[in-house]
């Protein structure tokens, strides 16, 4: 076997290759995996979803929108409130988002409703809170454009 070269790794750069590895997954892998912020955001855009659902609905039905808010549910009810249940889409689902556990819903500028001309009844923000941090949308209070804000 004269002037053929062995090709392939050794054992100590292998365990030197895995040890990075490993302390990579160590130093990197729970914020990957951190459940609250995947949470959080997909909460804060189905929520943004159902604001401008919610504009969109009241000026379809030529009556205003109430967009009823608690810590944990954001839903969509007739201009009479929500003692007769949220409003329903096609299908017959009610029209609202439930926050997961470890995540709050609170709505700044008072009680939100959209006019049948869409606009809402003033400037208003709803805040998605996590442990890891919180996420604000932002409703316009002349136009009603939902802006979500980070």
């Known amino acids: 076997m004269i002037g053929r070269r062995q090709t392939g790794v050794t054992l100590v750069e292998l365990v030197a290759v895995l040890t990075l ?19 959080a955001r997909a909460l804060s855009d189905a929520a943004a979803d159902l604001l401008r659902l919610a504009q969109r609905q009241a000026m379809a039905r030529g009556q205003p929108v109430l967009v009823h808010v608690t810590a944990h549910r954001l839903e969509l009810c007739p201009q009479s409130g929500c003692g007769a249940g949220p409003l329903r889409d096609a299908a017959g689902e009610p029209l609202r988002v439930d926050a997961p556990d470890g995540l709050l819903l609170s709505l700044t ?18 805040e998605v809170s996590a442990t890891a941090g919180s996420r604000r949308i932002r409703i316009d209070g002349v136009t009603g454009l939902v802006r979500p804000h980070v």
């Open 21 to 39: 590895m490993a302390t990579l997954a160590v130093a990197f892998g729970p914020r990957l995996f951190e459940r609250a912020a995947l949470d």
């Open 109 to 126: 500028g008072g009680p939100l409703s959209f006019s049948a001309q869409g606009r809402p009844s003033a400037p208003a923000e709803l």
